[in-house]
């Protein structure tokens, strides 16, 4: 029995090789595949089966172009519909990979298809759970994102709650857990940063499992202090569900090197997005006029989907040197397929072409002090809630980063503003995005709100962020 755990940082996902005497399932894969055929072609084995735990909002899957290439079945849980051959497991049915056996155990809450499937070793003992959004280390999967007319977050919070009192909870304590997310990941609210623990670790810490615990009091703990879910979520889930362009035809259409002649015209003529994916100390000493920049060097994927609102934008890309089909394959990770190309030679190409370059103030921590003690200036915090709530620069203005779009409104134009996150990534995006809307009196602090607490300036008390 192999099993490995492929672990996406910036996505916060885990898919899943099972293998067993030449025999392989793949749980939850990636969209780009090779991988893992790769991965069995060395180990002479054939992927028999593609196993989804449900239809995942937050990245596109490849179980489509896997399925495609090797000619194993995609299986999904009950109930699930799609618009590409899949075999719909029954609850309790049993899949053989070799000598082991994997049990399909419905587990509805987080989706109505979500299922757990339950790895039994070649002796018939339960040996792992590959959990899905169903149960993570310390919290559980959100259940808001697959609301319908006849269903309410409400009616699905009560579904995991039965699902994990009498499906997982059951399992012996040694049973290992393998979880498709970690921690920050939007599909749940207090992800551990483990990604691999034991069932009975889960009993005693996790909130959710509590036994002593109502349905009553599982449903408004679950739903309590969920924030909205990205703008991209239902996007994505809707692809998994009716497919994709083949990945290898994104990459081909997409890791395009363009002059900067052509950039340009394909900027203008095609309405494309200029997406700066350098670090964002790069950006700050040099950037293209209204390009928007999310850094590779973070969370890259997440940001692009919660921010870049439509998921078929024509894009071009300002790349590090050879990160471009880095950038093609994870932007297309969350199903962004629409890259056009990207900028030859870079940025120093850029101005040995005579092209208008434009930079962003950026200050340290030290001389923001300085300011601030010496003018009334105006300060945007661009953290998320939580982060604020949690302690913040007295007379701070909060705007979260992830709302940028929708309260843009809350900025003025005619006003300098000082815009710091928590170490100085999502402080050059939100600078970035309100440049290009011809917000041009900003000024970020490098190191963000980490470098700021070392100086004097007044802040507000520290609130622990988990009575929040």
């Not at 899949?95 to 109505?112: A, C, D, N, R, S």
């Not at 990604?195 to 889960?202: I, N």
């Not at 700066?276 to 060097?297: A, M, T, W």
Request: charged share 25%; hydrophobic share 35%; aromatic share 8%.
């Amino acid at each position: 029995m192999k099993i490995e755990q492929l672990y996406t940082g910036c996505l916060a996902q885990g898919a899943y090789y099972i293998e067993s005497d030449g025999e392989v399932a793949i749980i939850d894969p990636l969209r780009e595949t090779q991988q893992y055929i790769d991965k069995a072609k060395a180990n002479n084995a054939k992927i028999k089966y593609i196993l989804e735990t449900h239809f995942h909002a937050d990245f596109v899957s490849g179980h489509v172009d896997l399925a495609k290439k090797t000619g194993a079945t995609i299986v999904f849980g009950p109930g699930a519909s799609t618009e590409y051959d899949i075999h719909s497991a029954k609850d309790g049915e049993e899949l053989k990979i070799g000598k082991l056996t994997i049990k399909v155990l419905h587990t509805p809450g987080h989706t109505l298809e979500s299922t757990t499937y339950l790895l039994k070793d070649e002796n018939g003992k339960d040996h792992a759970i590959f959990s899905g959004d169903t149960l993570f280390l310390g919290d559980v999967g959100r259940p808001d994102l697959a609301i319908k007319s006849d269903v309410t977050k409400e009616d699905l919070a009560g579904m995991l709650y039965d699902s994990l009192r009498h499906k997982i909870m059951p399992l012996a304590d040694d049973v290992i857990v393998y979880p498709a997310h970690g921690a920050g990941s939007a599909c749940g609210k207090n992800l551990s940063k483990e990604t691999v623990g034991v069932l009975g670790e889960q009993k005693k810490t996790n909130y959710a499992l509590r036994e002593d615990m109502s349905k009553e009091e599982f449903i408004k703990e679950v739903l309590d202090g969920i924030a909205p879910p990205p703008q991209y979520f239902a996007k994505n889930a809707m692809m998994n569900k009716v497919g994709y362009d083949a990945f290898d035809t994104v990459l081909k259409t997409g890791d395009i090197p363009l002059n900067p002649e052509e950039f340009e015209a394909m900027a203008n003529h095609e309405s494309a997005l200029v997406l700066d994916v350098r670090p964002q100390g790069e950006f700050v000493k040099g950037h293209i006029p209204n390009s928007i920049f999310i850094g590779l060097n973070g969370s890259f994927a997440p940001w692009v989907g919660a921010l870049i609102t439509d998921i078929k934008q024509p894009i071009v890309l300002v790349v590090p040197e050879g990160k471009s089909a880095e950038a093609v394959t994870r932007l297309s990770r969350v199903g962004y397929d629409n890259t056009l190309g990207y900028l030859e030679g870079g940025i120093e190409a850029w101005k040995a072409a005579g092209k208008d370059i434009e930079t962003l103030e950026s200050i340290t921590a030290d001389e923001f002090a300085d300011r601030a003690k010496e003018n009334d200036i105006n300060i945007l915090d661009v953290r998320k809630d939580g982060e604020y709530q949690s302690m913040h620069l007295e007379n701070a203005q909060h705007l979260s980063l992830d709302f940028i779009n929708e309260k843009m409104n809350e900025v003025n134009k005619d006003k300098t503003y000082y815009i710091h996150c928590a170490g100085g990534y999502r402080s050059v995006i939100a600078a970035s995005i309100l440049k290009a809307r011809g917000f041009d009196k900003l000024v970020d602090i490098a190191g963000g709100f980490g470098a700021i607490k070392k100086t004097d300036l007044p802040t507000t008390d520290f609130v622990c962020p988990s009575t929040l």
